[in-house]
């Protein structure tokens, strides 16, 4: 578990939770899903000592359940989000055939309290460090744009750090799309036989689970939204500020999440238009192997039915008593066959080019 106090440009890490609140500024608590368990006691008489309110048990449950979708709900005292990230459990960029079997979807969950914010991680989780590394450097780095640099209230960082986990899934992206990419290709390729059909299933599945985890966190972020605009609104204009940034925020998070939603679909799309062209010039090789069979067959047909008339056991039969009657024969079955294969030819049943 890891403490911070956040105030104005001010970050501080705490070696323990503050038995009170500090006058200024807010508090993330920050804690791993396996550690919450042996410290849920405690951090429930701190809330209580800050005057916050205990976390609800059945609220406590959905922050230790791995499995539970992203969603919101709230109480009088505090609001709870549960998002779930979009993360490759491998290496990024690693050329893995598999890359959409290693998504990984773990949940992370925020208690939102008016000065203080806890938020659940799953144990390998980077978010957490990535935040409060970020944050360290921005109060040692100048601003030349003079705007805030660290959050101002406890909504404002849970934002930037449901923003930085959508946001993550840029990376994810480019794995996708190269696996989907190769799959297409090998589909598509006249010369391959295509027979990895359990990792083009595995493949679609797994994009079917990641559309249902965008449409969850979609569903999470616009209720967030929803009880946003019932807050009442501050009476002074900094508050109003505060609150009107928020709500800029709030959108543009929902509209990252519909971006990755978009995509998940047009990888779906994709995958889907692969596998039926697949099988639309599978059936169109077919077709014309077996009119170029058809054809051959057309030009014998003639040729052994000449063999089989002079086959007969008559004697009278024309051209069998004369020494060039074999080569007559001949010449007349190559004249025919040579005619019957230029006439296919000129039909276009013969060839695959104009």
Request: with cysteine; charged share 20%.
């Amino acid at each position: 578990m890891r403490v911070f106090h956040i105030h104005g440009e001010q970050f501080i890490e705490l070696q323990m939770l503050p038995a009170d609140l500090p006058t200024e500024g807010f508090v993330w608590v920050g804690c791993a899903r396996q550690e919450l368990p042996e410290r849920i006691s405690d951090l429930q008489q701190h809330l209580q000592g800050w005057g916050c309110g205990p976390l609800v048990d059945l609220h406590v449950s959905d922050l230790l359940n791995s499995q539970l979708p992203s969603h919101y709900d709230y109480t009088s005292w505090y609001d709870l989000l549960v998002f779930r990230r979009l993360a490759a459990a491998g290496k990024v960029g690693e050329a893995s055939s598999a890359a959409l079997l290693s998504i990984d979807t773990s949940p992370v969950g925020f208690a939102l309290f008016d000065r203080a914010l806890i938020s659940i991680h799953p144990d390998d989780c980077a978010v957490r460090e990535y935040f409060a590394a970020r944050m360290g450097q921005l109060t040692q780095a100048s601003d030349f744009r003079g705007s805030a640099r660290l959050p101002s209230n406890t909504s404002d960082l849970m934002l930037r750090m449901v923003n930085h986990m959508v946001d993550s899934y840029l990376e994810l992206r480019r794995q996708l799309t190269r696996q989907l990419v190769g799959l297409q290709q090998a589909l598509m390729d006249p010369r391959s036989r295509f027979s990895d059909w359990q990792l083009l299933l595995d493949a679609r599945n797994s994009l079917h689970l990641l559309e249902d985890t965008c449409e969850d966190q979609r569903s999470a972020i616009q209720e967030w939204l929803d009880a946003l605009e019932d807050w009442p609104m501050p009476a002074e204009p900094q508050g109003q500020r505060e609150r009107e940034l928020l709500r800029v925020r709030s959108r543009d998070v929902l509209e990252h999440v519909e971006r990755v939603l978009s995509h998940v679909r047009r990888l779906e799309s994709s995958s889907e238009s692969a596998v039926q062209m697949h099988f639309s010039a599978l059936s169109h090789r077919t077709n014309a192997i077996m009119r170029t069979l058809t054809v051959l067959t057309a030009i014998f047909l003639p040729l052994n039915l000449i063999t089989g008339i002079f086959g007969m056991n008559f004697d009278a039969l024309p051209l069998i008593h004369n020494a060039k009657g074999v080569w007559i024969a001949l010449g007349l079955m190559l004249a025919l066959a040579l005619a019957l294969g230029a006439f296919f030819w000129r039909k276009r049943y013969l060839g695959t080019q104009r």
